[in-house]
């Protein structure tokens, strides 16, 4: 882990890989959304509203994996000190709450034809929310520290703590009554036929790619930015 956690060493795989993931990303996005949209039937009961989880699914996947990963960041940055570990958080915490956003709005859309209104004080759907503006709680803490590399000890604490919120958003629909559909996918199957599932799967993968190769533009930004400002002081002291 030590190994990859130098920044030049970290650079060198990041500049060819972002091409990639964002080209990759962006045809299987436009190509699995084409497919769910235009050749998948409608759906029995919801019709074509039933299609939105072709954007709302993955959002919702990314959101929470978002925070995973800022979860995951913060320890590594308050139990080793790695010089990428500030940085990899700060880059996941934007894209993570605008992929949050999007499950809300992309859910509200949703459950308005379903349910008949744009929002209830669902388990799910207010944990989702809460998520949210975790994200836009971490961003502040993030920003409020001097040093653009790192994390401070309160916005790492606060990374770890707020994944408490994961498994509440996952099992809330268990946990709870529910207007929310229960988990369509679990690791024992797939109540979802085929004929949805590919194009969400290929609309999943190709959302994650897109998401990793911002988060690698975002990283890549910030130690550029490190780079020019410690130049700078050195100049300024020569």
Same mark, same amino acid.
């Given at each position: 882990?030590?190994?990859?956690?130098?920044?030049?060493?970290?650079? #060198? +795989?990041?500049?060819?890989?972002?091409?990639?993931?964002? /080209?990759?990303?962006?045809?299987? &996005?436009?190509?699995?959304?084409?497919?769910?949209?235009?050749?998948?039937?409608?759906?029995?009961?919801? #019709?074509?509203?039933?299609?939105?989880?072709? &954007?709302?699914?993955?959002?919702?996947?990314? #959101?929470?994996?978002?925070?995973?990963?800022?979860?995951?960041?913060? !320890? &590594?940055?308050?139990?080793?000190?790695?010089?990428?570990?500030? &940085?990899?958080?700060?880059?996941?915490?934007?894209?993570?709450?605008?992929?949050?956003?999007?499950?809300?709005?992309?859910?509200?859309? /949703?459950?308005?034809?379903? /349910?008949?209104?744009?929002?209830?004080?669902?388990?799910?759907?207010?944990?989702?929310? $809460?998520?949210?503006?975790?994200?836009?709680?971490?961003?502040?803490?993030?920003?409020?520290?001097?040093?653009?590399?790192?994390?401070?000890?309160?916005?790492?604490?606060?990374? $770890? !703590?707020? @994944?408490?919120?994961?498994?509440?958003?996952?099992?809330?629909?268990?946990?709870?009554?529910?207007?929310?559909?229960?988990?369509?996918?679990?690791?024992?199957?797939?109540?979802?036929?085929?004929?949805?599932? /590919?194009?969400?799967?290929?609309? @999943?993968?190709?959302?994650?790619?897109?998401?990793?190769?911002?988060?690698?533009?975002?990283?890549?930004?910030?130690?550029?930015? +490190?780079?020019?400002?410690?130049?700078?002081?050195?100049?300024?002291?020569?």
């Amino acid at each position: 882990m030590h190994r990859f956690a130098n920044p030049a060493r970290f650079l #060198g +795989i990041a500049k060819p890989l972002t091409p990639f993931l964002l /080209w990759s990303g962006a045809i299987l &996005v436009v190509f699995s959304c084409w497919w769910g949209l235009t050749q998948v039937p409608a759906e029995r009961l919801q #019709g074509d509203t039933v299609k939105i989880m072709f &954007v709302h699914v993955p959002a919702a996947w990314l #959101g929470m994996a978002g925070w995973t990963g800022i979860a995951v960041a913060s !320890i &590594v940055q308050l139990v080793w000190r790695h010089p990428l570990a500030g &940085v990899s958080a700060r880059a996941v915490a934007a894209p993570g709450a605008v992929f949050a956003a999007l499950c809300l709005v992309t859910g509200s859309i /949703w459950g308005k034809p379903t /349910w008949g209104a744009w929002w209830v004080w669902d388990g799910r759907l207010t944990s989702m929310l $809460i998520l949210f503006f975790l994200y836009l709680g971490f961003i502040a803490l993030a920003n409020a520290s001097s040093e653009k590399g790192s994390l401070s000890r309160t916005a790492a604490v606060f990374g $770890i !703590i707020g @994944a408490v919120n994961i498994p509440i958003i996952n099992r809330s629909v268990v946990w709870w009554e529910s207007q929310h559909q229960k988990a369509s996918i679990t690791l024992g199957g797939s109540s979802i036929d085929d004929s949805y599932l /590919w194009p969400l799967f290929g609309s @999943a993968i190709g959302f994650s790619l897109l998401f990793g190769a911002i988060v690698l533009m975002r990283m890549r930004a910030a130690l550029a930015e +490190i780079r020019i400002e410690a130049r700078m002081r050195r100049l300024a002291e020569d």
